[in-house]
């Protein structure tokens, strides 16, 4: 941790004395260091004035998934949904985050069955009744990012899929109770596995969650196979995405070599993720998007 004079500007950069704003806190991070735990740096740690911008980029987010969630329906190329979000997002002055970014040729992620993440929207994915999607949105908004994910059914799916999408969706919610400051962020991923492999699932280890809100994609890096009293300490002001890839059958996974971005699950079985971005809070957690 850098030496700051309690009388010079805190770094945070509100602009107030470090003995009024985040000496404190500092201290007992410094207390809970020597005990052993991992600490967070100050780079994970918002501002309140960065967190109410993160949560207006998070605002127009949430407003781009639901309109998805009204238009979604058997029939609709995934290619669509694309165009959806792209309209959505930019008629409300934002930036769809995937466009462009490393490469990513579309402004949303779709990702059908056996799709485990980063699908890629096209003209050629027609929905089919049966299918379940996920479709994963991104927004910058005057610099600021959010990102959350959601699973549709496209009209009636079997009852082993409906259970997979459930059961995720249960697995974000249990994670979500279990951001507590001054926690480790293990617990929280071992709470989410434990309750996908009580179900018979399994839950993808090499790709996870990751801080978000000045950049798309922040550390921590986030695990949803993790083992309690592990990890980085949640701490008030860290805000990073809750986004377990819950598959039916094994953990295993590949990547596309022609997209260079699908992935799939190995054995072609179907795989569901939901995703929010959360801000931990002196009391417990807030969700920004979902
Ligand atoms: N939204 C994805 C995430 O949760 C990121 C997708 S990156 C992209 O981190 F380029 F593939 F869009
Ligand atoms: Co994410």
Same mark, same amino acid.
């Given at each position: *941790?850098?030496?700051?004079?309690?009388?010079?500007?805190?770094?945070?950069?509100?602009?107030?004395?470090?003995?009024?704003?985040?000496?404190?806190?500092?201290?007992?991070?410094?207390?809970? %260091?020597?005990?052993?735990?991992?600490?967070? #740096?100050? /780079? *994970?740690?918002?501002?309140?004035?960065?967190?109410?911008?993160?949560?207006?980029?998070?605002?127009?987010?949430?407003?781009?998934?639901?309109?998805?969630?009204?238009?979604?329906?058997?029939?609709?190329?995934?290619?669509?949904?694309?165009?959806?979000?792209?309209? %959505?997002?930019?008629?409300?002055?934002?930036?769809?985050?995937?466009?462009?970014?490393?490469?990513?040729?579309?402004?949303?992620?779709?990702?059908?069955?056996?799709?485990?993440?980063?699908?890629?929207?096209?003209?050629?994915?027609?929905?089919?009744?049966?299918?379940?999607?996920?479709?994963?949105?991104?927004?910058?908004?005057?610099?600021?990012?959010? /990102? #959350?994910?959601?699973?549709?059914?496209?009209?009636?799916?079997?009852?082993?899929?409906?259970?997979?999408?459930?059961?995720?969706?249960?697995?974000?919610?249990?994670?979500?109770?279990? !951001?507590?400051?001054?926690?480790?962020?293990?617990? *929280?991923?071992?709470?989410?596995?434990?309750?996908?492999?009580?179900?018979?699932? #399994?839950? !993808?280890?090499?790709?996870?969650?990751?801080?978000?809100? !000045?950049?798309?994609?922040?550390?921590?890096?986030?695990?949803?196979?993790?083992?309690?009293?592990?990890?980085?300490?949640?701490?008030?002001?860290?805000?990073?995405?809750?986004?377990? *890839?819950?598959?039916?059958?094994?953990?295993?996974?590949?990547? /596309?070599?022609? /997209?260079?971005?699908?992935?799939?699950?190995?054995?072609?079985?179907?795989?569901?993720?939901?995703?929010?971005?959360?801000?931990?809070?002196?009391?417990?957690?807030?969700?920004?998007?979902?």
């Amino acid at each position: *941790m850098e030496t700051i004079g309690r009388n010079d500007a805190c770094w945070c950069g509100s602009g107030k004395k470090y003995k009024k704003c985040h000496c404190q806190f500092d201290e007992k991070l410094k207390e809970l %260091q020597q005990e052993g735990h991992i600490i967070p #740096s100050h /780079d *994970m740690i918002k501002t309140p004035e960065q967190i109410e911008k993160i949560k207006e980029s998070g605002k127009i987010n949430i407003a781009v998934l639901d309109y998805v969630a009204e238009h979604i329906k058997a029939g609709v190329t995934t290619q669509q949904i694309d165009d959806w979000v792209y309209e %959505q997002t930019t008629s409300r002055g934002a930036i769809p985050a995937p466009l462009n970014y490393e490469g990513f040729p579309k402004s949303v992620c779709t990702s059908v069955n056996d799709q485990v993440c980063h699908g890629i929207p096209s003209e050629d994915v027609v929905l089919q009744e049966g299918d379940i999607i996920n479709v994963d949105v991104s927004t910058i908004y005057h610099g600021y990012f959010s /990102d #959350s994910s959601r699973m549709f059914c496209i009209g009636e799916v079997s009852k082993e899929k409906k259970k997979l999408v459930d059961v995720t969706k249960e697995c974000v919610e249990i994670g979500i109770s279990q !951001v507590k400051p001054w926690t480790p962020i293990g617990n *929280m991923g071992s709470a989410v596995h434990k309750h996908a492999v009580e179900n018979g699932y #399994s839950v !993808v280890r090499e790709i996870g969650g990751h801080g978000v809100g !000045v950049e798309f994609h922040e550390d921590p890096w986030v695990s949803f196979v993790s083992e309690e009293n592990t990890g980085v300490l949640m701490v008030p002001g860290m805000m990073f995405t809750i986004e377990p *890839m819950v598959n039916m059958g094994s953990d295993e996974i590949y990547t /596309d070599e022609i /997209d260079e971005w699908t992935v799939r699950t190995e054995d072609g079985l179907p795989s569901a993720q939901w995703e929010v971005t959360v801000l931990v809070t002196e009391t417990g957690c807030e969700v920004i998007c979902w």
